[in-house]
């Protein structure tokens, strides 16, 4: 008997603006970088490549530089006809105050420990906003739940009821997924899918446009996980 395997493919956006200005984003809508856009045209060659994967559905944020990602995707692989999902849970994390404000600064501020914990601890709790970000995007959301600053366990909260909800159902069918999003909400959910403890995630990176590819059985148990570098 032939087992049942099901593929899901994680991919954070491209590089963006802020990526290359090495300044903290968040909710911060910013775009691509030339190089994001080449990087997301390579991983979309990429995703072309991989063996038996036919995603049913396209999964992103609601932040331009995961969305223009999943499109060059989408189109390189002729995945234009798929229906995608846009959704505030699967954001890059919510960095509260610290957005806007350059990563080397910050370090000077607060300190190289302090600014560890924020950017790779579990539980820490970056400088909170005063409100919650004030954005058409979210104005048909409960605002009670819209953050004004997050830790990376925060992020995993809040994006865990959409894969639940909307991305397990379907593989557990049989069926294909891709999610295009960002550093801070895969690291949060592959944390879930690979049960890494709450130590081992600071160790985490998951680097710009690089596809990374999950074999599950029929009960979501990983059979395979590949990364698909940069040449």
């Not at 190089?35 to 038996?52: D, H, M, P, R, T």
Request: with cysteine; aromatic share 6%.
């Amino acid at each position: 008997m032939v087992r049942k395997v099901v593929k899901l493919v994680l991919v954070r956006h491209g590089e963006s603006i802020a990526n290359r200005d090495n300044v903290y984003t968040g909710w911060n809508d910013v775009a691509l970088s030339a190089k994001g856009i080449q990087q997301a045209k390579s991983a979309g060659l990429k995703v072309a490549q991989i063996s038996n994967f036919a995603p049913t559905h396209i999964h992103t944020s609601v932040l331009s530089r995961a969305i223009i990602t999943a499109n060059i995707i989408a189109d390189i692989c002729d995945f234009l006809y798929l229906p995608i999902t846009k959704t505030w849970r699967l954001n890059e994390r919510h960095y509260g105050a610290l957005r806007g404000i350059n990563k080397d600064v910050s370090r000077k501020v607060f300190g190289k420990e302090q600014v560890l914990k924020w950017r790779r601890g579990f539980d820490s709790v970056p400088p909170l906003l005063a409100q919650p970000v004030q954005d058409r995007r979210y104005q048909n959301c409960d605002m009670h739940l819209m953050p004004q600053g997050e830790s990376l366990h925060q992020t995993q909260r809040r994006l865990m009821p959409y894969y639940i909800d909307h991305i397990a159902p379907e593989l557990l069918a049989g069926r294909d997924q891709l999610i295009v999003a960002h550093g801070s909400s895969l690291r949060a959910l592959i944390k879930k899918i690979e049960d890494i403890s709450d130590t081992d995630i600071v160790k985490l990176e998951v680097p710009n446009a690089q596809p990374i590819v999950y074999t599950f059985d029929e009960n979501l148990n990983i059979v395979k996980k590949e990364i698909l570098k940069n040449d």
